[in-house]
C-alpha cells in the first residue's frame, strides 16, 4: 500500500495514503492502546458541525477565504452524514482533555478539503488542520462544547424513550385498577390495595425522574464555546463568537448560548455531574421498579405470583420448565452500571485543576454510556416485559382475603389491642380475621359483612 510521510515537531511519520487522518491521529492511536471503544459517534458528529458554523464564522470575519470556507463546510457535512466513520480511531479515554479527538476532526477534514481541492493528502501548505480548520477554536473549548451538544441528542432520545415506558405503565394501572392486592411494608403484610395502584406509582416515579432529566437537559445548551483555550477567547476574531452562535442556533433549532462566565465554563464540569445525577435518578427508579416486578411475579407456585412477566427464554440448563425474569434482571444491572458511571463521573468532575479539567473523555464514555444503556433499557422494559404482563386475578383475591392486615380497617372501631389480639389468634388459629370477630361478637354480623366488601382501594 502506497504511504505518505508527515512531519511534526518530534519528527516524521508513515501514514497509509488512503487515510484521511494525519499524524497527530496516528501518534494518538499508538499511545493509547486501551480495550475501549473508539470515540462517540456522535460526539464526532457534533464537532463536526462546530466546525461547520466555525467555517462560516471565520469567513464572514474575513479569517479565511471563502473557497476554504466552502470545503470545510463540504467536509464537515459528510463527516456528519457518515461518509468517513471509519477514519476516526481515536478511543474514548485518552489523554490530552480531548486534543486527539479534536485534531482527527481537523485533519479527516483538512485530507477531504484537500481531495476537493485537486491536491493531495497531508498537502496541508493548501490547507491546514490547525491554522484553516481550527481557525478560532481550541480543543477546550470545542470538545467540551461538542461533548454538551452530543448528551443532549441522546438525552432527548433517553426523554423519548422514558416516554413510552410511562405510556405503557400507566395503561397497565388503568387495565389492573380494579384488582384488589394486598399492600406490603419491609415484605410483611400490610394494607390492602390494587394492583393498579402499584403501576401507577411506577409511572409517577419515572414521570418525575424524567422532568429532573428535563431540567438538567437546559445546562447542555450552555457552552464554552469562543473561549478557546481558557475561556478569554484568546486568538478568536471580533464578531466570531456572535456569528458562530447564531449559525448553531440554525443548525439545532434551539437556544444554544454562551455561557456567562467562559473562563468558569472552561475549568468547571459541574453541569455534567447535574445530568449523571439526573441520569442515576432515572436508574434507581427503574431498577428500584424491576424488583419489584420480579417479586410480584415470584413464584409460579410458592411466591407472590399476583403478575406473570412474558416468557421470553428458558431459565435453566438443569431445571425444566423454569422462567426467569430476564428483562427487569438485566435492567438492574443497566441501573447499576448507571450508578458506578455517575460516581467516575463525580471524581473526574472534582479532579480539574487551575484554568481545565483533564478528565472530560472519561466523562463523555461515562455519561454516554449511561444515556445510551437507559435508552435501551426504557424501550426493552416497554416491548418485552411491561406490554405482556398478566394480572393473576385469583390470587390477588385470595391474599386479600387471607390476610389477617386486612382488620387494619376496623382499629379505629374496635382498637389497635383488640385488632392485635385478632391477628395473631388468627396466625396460631388459621382462622380468618372476619370469622374470629364474628364468632367474639366484637362486631356485628352485617356490618362485617359490608365491610368485606368494601372497595379496597379507599
Do not use: W
Request: charge should be negative; glycine fraction near 6%.
Amino acid at each position: 500500500m502506497d504511504e505518505r510521510i508527515e512531519k511534526d515537531s518530534f519528527g516524521e511519520l508513515k501514514i497509509d495514503e488512503d487515510k484521511y487522518f494525519g499524524i497527530n491521529s496516528k501518534r494518538a492511536q499508538d499511545n493509547f492502546k486501551i480495550n475501549v471503544k473508539k470515540t462517540d459517534m456522535e460526539l464526532i458528529k457534533q464537532l463536526a458541525e462546530i466546525k461547520l458554523a466555525a467555517a462560516t464564522a471565520n469567513e464572514k470575519v474575513g479569517r479565511i477565504s471563502r473557497r476554504t470556507a466552502m470545503v470545510i463546510r463540504k467536509s464537515a457535512e459528510e463527516i456528519i452524514d457518515g461518509k468517513f466513520d471509519d477514519q476516526f480511531i481515536i478511543p474514548e479515554i485518552q489523554g490530552g482533555a480531548g486534543t486527539s479527538t479534536n485534531m482527527n476532526v481537523n485533519e479527516v477534514i483538512a485530507n477531504r478539503g484537500l481531495i476537493l481541492l485537486g491536491h493531495k493528502r497531508g498537502e496541508y501548505k493548501y490547507l491546514s488542520p490547525q491554522d484553516d480548520v481550527n481557525a478560532g477554536q481550541s480543543t477546550n473549548d470545542v470538545y467540551p462544547s461538542a461533548g454538551k451538544l452530543a448528551a443532549l441528542v441522546k438525552t432527548q432520545k433517553l426523554y423519548s424513550s422514558l416516554s413510552v415506558l410511562i405510556q405503557k405503565l400507566e395503561k397497565k394501572s388503568e387495565e389492573f385498577a380494579d384488582i384488589e392486592k394486598i399492600g406490603r411494608t419491609q415484605l410483611q403484610e400490610a394494607v390492602p390495595t390494587t394492583l393498579g395502584n402499584s403501576f401507577g406509582a411506577f409511572a409517577h416515579g419515572l414521570q418525575r425522574t424524567q422532568k429532573q432529566l428535563q431540567k438538567s437537559m437546559k445546562s447542555l445548551l450552555e457552552l464554552n464555546l469562543g473561549g478557546t483555550a481558557i475561556g478569554t477567547g484568546v486568538n478568536t476574531s471580533d464578531g466570531y463568537q456572535d456569528i458562530l452562535y447564531s449559525e448553531l442556533r440554525k443548525a439545532y433549532q434551539v437556544n444554544v448560548h454562551p455561557a456567562e462566565d467562559l473562563i468558569d465554563a472552561t475549568q468547571n464540569l459541574d453541569s455534567y455531574v447535574q445530568v449523571s445525577g439526573s441520569l442515576k435518578a432515572v436508574a434507581v427508579s427503574l431498577s428500584k421498579m424491576c424488583h419489584d416486578l420480579r417479586l410480584l411475579s415470584s413464584g409460579p407456585k410458592s411466591g407472590f405470583h399476583e403478575i406473570t412477566l412474558p416468557a421470553r427464554q428458558a431459565g435453566s440448563s438443569i431445571m425444566p420448565g423454569k422462567v426467569n425474569p430476564v428483562i427487569p434482571e438485566v435492567v438492574s444491572q443497566i441501573a447499576f452500571e448507571v450508578i458506578g458511571n455517575d460516581t467516575t463521573i463525580t471524581f473526574a468532575a472534582e479532579s480539574g485543576e487551575l484554568e481545565l479539567n483533564a478528565f472530560e473523555p472519561i466523562i463523555f464514555h461515562d455519561l454516554f454510556e449511561s444515556i445510551d444503556f437507559l435508552s435501551e433499557a426504557c424501550m426493552m422494559l416497554s416491548t418485552k416485559c411491561i406490554d405482556g404482563i398478566q394480572a393473576n386475578r385469583e390470587k390477588c383475591e385470595q391474599d386479600v382475603n387471607n390476610s389477617v392486615e386486612t382488620i387494619t380497617k376496623l382499629t379505629p372501631i374496635i382498637g389497635y389491642e383488640v385488632a392485635s389480639e385478632i391477628v395473631h389468634e388468627s396466625l396460631k388459629t388459621g382462622q380468618n380475621v372476619y370469622d374470629l370477630l364474628r364468632e367474639k361478637g366484637i362486631y356485628d354480623e352485617d356490618k362485617v359483612a359490608d365491610l368485606s366488601q368494601t372497595d379496597l382501594a379507599n
